[in-house]
Structure formats: C-alpha cells, structure tokens
C-alpha cells in the first residue's frame, strides 16, 4: 500500500461519519416541526383558493421536515451525499403548480428545512417572520381591484341598449364579455367595475325586458 492510499484512506475515513447524537437529531427535526407547523397554518389563513387543498398544504409542511433530514445525513458522510445527489437526480417531479403563492411556500418549506439541518435555525425562524410581513403586507395594498361579472338574461333582445344604458350610468368600467341570441331571447354577460353595486342591481332589475339579473364577483386578473 502506497503511500496515496494511505492518504485517500484516511481523507476518506474522516468523512464517512460525525458524531452526531440522537438528542441532536431529534431537536433538529423538533425545531423544524414547529416552524413547519408555522407554515401550515399561515397557508391555511393566507390562501384564498376556491378548492382549499389540505393534502398540498400538508406536503408542504412535510417537506421541511422531509429536507431537514436529508441535510443532516448529508453532513453525516461524504459517502452518503454522493449517493444522495445520484439518488435525487433521478427524480422527477411532473405535477404542475398552477398557483405562484403555492410555489413560494414551497421554496418557503425547502429553505426553512435547509437552515435548519445546517444549523442555522435564527435564518429559519428570520426567513419565516419576514416571509409572513411581507406576503400580508402586499397583499393588502390596493394596486388593483378585479371587475365583476354581471350576467342578464332578457325576454327580449330590444332591451339590451337600455341595460347598457343602465349599466353606464353606474360604471366607470364596462366591457361586453359574451352575447348568446336565441330567437328573441338574449343573455349578456359584462365585465364591470363599480362601487353601488345593490343600486344597480336594482335599477337593471326593473327593465321590462329583464327575466333575471345577477352581479359576480371573481379573484381572476385584474383589469386597470
């Protein structure tokens, strides 16, 4: 045996493992729980999805935990983090985020798990505490409000000049979104933005040619 194989052998030997205790383990994991649990439920409250996804919300919490593990066994040996790279190269992901605050609590869950198996929980609990500001205060600043949909149905396709006239009377915003004729018959759906929303709901509503009127609110894109 030369005296590379020596050195190789011995490089090699003072990284294969570390001395780290059970105790240590299992307050690492603990500390990420609670931030993970942290997460859990400013997802819950921040989240305005029509169809809340639970199961999304619970893997996010799991990936902390799930991340923080993997950086400890990482730092427990060289050899385990070679194989860890060829393990997770392997992976492919092929589910579609189609929400972009899902995306960031993700990133969120990854970080918080990263920082807390490297040993730097304050970066973790700093991240989580200005994450948190930062999300709630911009989604509080009023840079924009999505209009709202008005759908009529008409007993008679005559009386749309007037419901447009109605209409323009209480939106400085308007736009003819959709027009379905159907021998006499008519429905409109309308892309508004107002403010007096019951008096021109009341107003439409008292058209002769109107069956039924109804004003609907959505979180799609907003329109300046």
Known sequence: MGFSDIFKKDFLASYT???VSMLHIAAVLL???LIAFYIFMVYRLITRKTFYSRSFNISIASIAVITAAIILAVQ???VISLGMVGA???VRFRTAIKEPMDLVFLFWAIAVGICCGAHVTEIAV???VILTILVLLLDRIPIGRAPMI???NLKDSKAEPELIETVKEFCKYYKVKSRNLSADRCNLILEVRLSREYEMVQAIN???GVETVSLVSHDGEVTF
Request: glycine share 0%.
């Open 126 to 128: 700093l991240l989580s």
């Open 76 to 78: 427990s040996s060289i």
């Open 150 to 152: 008005l759908v009529a």
């Open 206 to 208: 008292a058209l002769a």
């Open 17 to 19: 493992s570390s001395d």
């Open 88 to 90: 997770l190269s392997i």
């Open 31 to 33: 500390i990420t729980c």
